[in-house]
Protein backbone atom coordinates (compact mmCIF):
# COMPACT_ATOMS: atom_id res chain seq x y z
CA UNK A 1 0.00 0.00 0.00
CA UNK A 2 1.54 3.64 -0.98
CA UNK A 3 0.84 6.68 1.56
CA UNK A 4 0.65 10.12 -0.35
CA UNK A 5 1.02 13.52 1.54
CA UNK A 6 0.71 17.01 -1.20
CA UNK A 7 1.06 19.97 0.28
CA UNK A 8 2.01 23.72 -1.64
CA UNK A 9 -1.57 24.68 -2.72
CA UNK A 10 -2.92 27.93 -2.01
CA UNK A 11 -4.42 31.09 -3.61
CA UNK A 12 -2.54 33.19 -6.39
CA UNK A 13 -2.87 35.84 -8.53
CA UNK A 14 -2.31 35.39 -12.38
CA UNK A 15 0.88 35.33 -13.67
CA UNK A 16 2.57 34.07 -10.27
CA UNK A 17 4.01 30.45 -9.19
CA UNK A 18 3.14 28.44 -6.88
CA UNK A 19 4.97 24.96 -6.19
CA UNK A 20 3.02 21.10 -4.80
CA UNK A 21 5.21 18.68 -3.74
CA UNK A 22 4.12 15.10 -2.79
CA UNK A 23 5.77 12.37 -0.81
CA UNK A 24 5.17 8.72 -0.84
CA UNK A 25 5.51 6.46 1.56
CA UNK A 26 5.05 2.67 2.01
CA UNK A 27 6.19 -1.37 1.88
CA UNK A 28 6.42 -4.03 -0.71
CA UNK A 29 7.77 -2.15 -3.49
CA UNK A 30 10.62 -0.54 -4.98
CA UNK A 31 10.02 3.18 -5.08
CA UNK A 32 12.49 3.13 -7.66
CA UNK A 33 10.41 1.89 -10.09
CA UNK A 34 7.73 4.24 -9.71
CA UNK A 35 6.35 6.85 -11.51
CA UNK A 36 4.94 10.10 -10.48
CA UNK A 37 3.20 13.22 -11.01
CA UNK A 38 0.24 15.51 -11.01
CA UNK A 39 -3.14 15.15 -12.47
CA UNK A 40 -5.94 18.14 -12.40
CA UNK A 41 -9.58 18.54 -12.25
CA UNK A 42 -11.46 21.31 -12.50
CA UNK A 43 -15.52 21.72 -11.63
CA UNK A 44 -17.05 20.13 -14.10
CA UNK A 45 -14.59 18.53 -15.66
CA UNK A 46 -12.68 15.24 -16.29
CA UNK A 47 -9.49 14.35 -14.27
CA UNK A 48 -6.58 15.60 -16.90
CA UNK A 49 -3.06 14.82 -16.99
CA UNK A 50 -0.70 17.93 -16.02
CA UNK A 51 2.96 16.53 -15.92
CA UNK A 52 4.49 12.49 -15.12
CA UNK A 53 7.98 11.63 -14.30
CA UNK A 54 8.83 8.29 -14.93
CA UNK A 55 11.20 6.41 -13.09
CA UNK A 56 13.92 6.79 -15.54
CA UNK A 57 13.38 10.53 -15.87
CA UNK A 58 11.25 10.75 -18.80
CA UNK A 59 8.88 13.21 -18.74
CA UNK A 60 5.42 13.93 -20.47
CA UNK A 61 3.65 17.58 -19.92
CA UNK A 62 -0.23 18.22 -21.32
CA UNK A 63 0.02 20.91 -23.72
CA UNK A 64 -1.46 23.43 -22.11
CA UNK A 65 1.32 23.89 -19.62
CA UNK A 66 4.37 23.46 -21.62
CA UNK A 67 6.88 26.22 -21.21
CA UNK A 68 4.88 27.07 -18.04
CA UNK A 69 5.12 23.95 -15.20
CA UNK A 70 8.16 21.91 -14.51
CA UNK A 71 8.36 18.48 -12.89
CA UNK A 72 11.13 17.35 -11.27
CA UNK A 73 11.49 14.16 -8.35
CA UNK A 74 13.94 14.97 -5.62
CA UNK A 75 14.42 11.31 -4.27
CA UNK A 76 12.45 8.07 -5.06
CA UNK A 77 10.13 9.29 -2.91
CA UNK A 78 9.34 12.98 -3.55
CA UNK A 79 7.75 14.68 -6.69
CA UNK A 80 7.53 18.38 -6.97
CA UNK A 81 5.55 20.76 -10.00
CA UNK A 82 6.71 24.05 -9.82
CA UNK A 83 4.23 26.39 -11.63
CA UNK A 84 4.96 29.75 -13.61
CA UNK A 85 2.75 32.28 -15.31
CA UNK A 86 -0.46 30.42 -13.86
CA UNK A 87 -3.47 31.51 -15.33
CA UNK A 88 -6.89 31.49 -14.35
CA UNK A 89 -7.63 28.16 -16.00
CA UNK A 90 -5.44 26.53 -13.97
CA UNK A 91 -7.77 26.79 -11.48
CA UNK A 92 -8.83 23.17 -10.06
CA UNK A 93 -7.86 20.45 -7.32
CA UNK A 94 -4.14 19.08 -8.17
CA UNK A 95 -3.76 15.45 -7.70
CA UNK A 96 -0.44 13.76 -6.79
CA UNK A 97 -0.14 9.85 -8.72
CA UNK A 98 1.90 7.19 -7.83
CA UNK A 99 2.04 4.56 -10.97
CA UNK A 100 3.75 1.41 -10.04
CA UNK A 101 3.26 -1.47 -12.56
CA UNK A 102 -0.49 -1.44 -13.87
CA UNK A 103 -1.73 0.33 -10.52
CA UNK A 104 -2.38 4.29 -10.09
CA UNK A 105 -2.17 5.51 -6.15
CA UNK A 106 -3.54 9.44 -5.55
CA UNK A 107 -3.43 11.79 -3.16
CA UNK A 108 -6.37 13.72 -1.62
CA UNK A 109 -5.91 16.45 -3.71
CA UNK A 110 -4.74 20.07 -3.47
CA UNK A 111 -6.50 23.35 -4.53
CA UNK A 112 -5.01 25.61 -6.53
CA UNK A 113 -6.91 28.57 -7.39
CA UNK A 114 -5.80 31.46 -10.07
CA UNK A 115 -7.74 34.81 -9.73
CA UNK A 116 -7.85 36.85 -12.27
Known amino acids: QVQLVESGGGLVQAGGSLRLSCVASGRGFSMNTMAMGWYRQAPGKQRELVAV??????KNYADSVKGRFTVHRHNANTVFLQMDSLKPEDTAVYYC?????????WGQGTQVTVSS
Open 97 to 105: LVRIGVYNY
Open 53 to 58: ISSGGN
